[in-house]
T-cell receptor, first 114, second 112 residues
């Protein structure tokens, strides 16, 4: 299976700690997206990369959040000084530019901040 | 701000029944995608519709895109317990580089 993978699948942390999540997109996909999903809601867009360039960031992405895609392949999402409100499912998706941008999602990382 | 409304929010039916869920917006989509999500997992793509009036079939699932490209429906025939899940529609309004706007989803439960 060469779908989108995310690691870890689950993360429990204490308030104030830093956490980092990883996403490996489908290998030939040049676009990579991060979304956040809270209970009872659909996914909400956070940020998007085309190759290694971060082209768009949502207002949801506070200055405690940073995302990178250094070589245009895998991406990391770091949350500094976590707060209880950061508890959510963090989803990564990838797509090929020009293919109607159909996005394929990974299994997500469930973050719980105590 | 683009909003995407899905209805109903919850649906509980018996195995063998038919159902339709709806996705509506006041804005025009350049494309719309339907996903199914199970608890603790990421959304799995079911279909992408692009052309107004388009109808796509995936086994017992029929997807329709409105003529004006502002609405869509998903019809399931003879629902089975394996259809249970959260059905999400997501619209690409074409304004940015493919950032999808999701509805809140329809949570479907099919009882045997």
């Amino acid at each position: 299976d060469t779908g989108v993978s995310q690691d870890p699948r689950h993360k429990i942390t204490k308030r104030g700690q830093n956490v980092t999540f990883r996403c490996d997109p489908i290998s030939e996909h040049n676009r990579l997206y991060w979304y956040r999903q809270t209970l009872g809601q659909g996914p909400e867009f956070l940020t998007y990369f085309q190759n290694e360039a971060q082209l768009e960031k949502s207002r949801l992405l506070s200055d405690r959040f940073s995302a990178e895609r250094p070589k245009g392949s895998f991406s990391t999402l770091e949350i500094q000084r976590t707060e209880q409100g950061d508890s959510a499912m963090y989803l990564c998706a990838s797509s090929i530019q020009g293919l109607r941008d159909t996005q394929y999602f990974g299994p997500g990382t469930r973050l719980t901040v105590l | 701000t683009q909003l995407l409304e899905q209805s109903p929010q919850f649906l509980s039916i018996q195995e063998g029944e038919n159902l339709t869920v709806y996705c509506n917006s006041s804005s025009v989509f350049s494309s719309l995608q339907w996903y199914r999500q199970e608890p603790g997992e990421g959304p799995v793509l079911l279909v992408t519709v692009v052309t107004g009036g388009e109808v796509k079939k995936l086994k017992r699932l029929t997807f329709q895109f409105g003529d004006a490209r502002k609405d869509s429906s998903l019809h399931i025939t003879a629902a089975q317990p394996g259809d249970t899940g959260l059905y999400l529609c997501a619209g690409d309004y074409g304004g940015s580089q493919g950032n999808l706007i999701f509805g809140k989803g329809t949570k479907l439960s099919v009882k045997p």
